[in-house]
């Protein structure tokens, strides 16, 4: 079965760290640009980071910066990561992890952070997507 498997979250004290994984089950990450997103209860699904196919860029959002880096493991080409550092109950939420050949890492039209309405951006049509993975940070 083709699938991305999320992984990694738990309970964590605010200013700890996590590292999320999302790793590909029967296809490779190959060509994929990756990203995680997250949903707080209550609110909309927000677009965390991305990573471009090849590895060479990533993309964040502004509550994240500096505190989160994305990564690719690319001797397997079948995993990517998040590191969370510096955590705060700001952070506490559902993340799920997403991969799609066309479109590209970025904010931008066809970006896999590209905000609701813009071209490309709507989230059931991505290829694949992970089954979310619970973090959870206490003050």
């Known amino acids: 079965q083709l699938q991305l498997v999320a992984s990694g979250g738990g309970l964590v004290q605010a200013g700890g760290s996590l590292r999320l994984s999302c790793a590909a089950s029967g296809f490779t990450l190959e060509g994929f640009p990756v990203a995680w997103y997250r949903q707080a209860p209550g609110k909309e699904i927000e677009g965390v980071s991305c990573i471009s196919s090849g590895g060479r860029s990533a993309d964040y959002v502004d509550s994240v910066k500096g505190r989160f880096t994305i990564s690719r493991d690319k001797a397997k080409n079948t995993v990517v990561y998040l590191q969370m550092n510096n955590l705060g109950p700001e952070d506490t939420a559902v993340y799920y992890c997403?991969?799609?050949?066309?479109?590209?890492?970025?904010?931008?039209?066809?970006?896999?952070?590209?905000?609701?309405?813009?071209?490309?951006?709507?989230?059931?049509?991505?290829?694949?997507w992970g089954q979310g993975t619970q973090v959870t940070v206490s003050s």
């Open positions: 997403a991969a799609d050949r066309r479109r590209t890492c970025g904010f931008g039209d066809w970006g896999l952070l590209g905000a609701p309405g813009t071209p490309g951006s709507s989230r059931s049509e991505y290829e694949y």
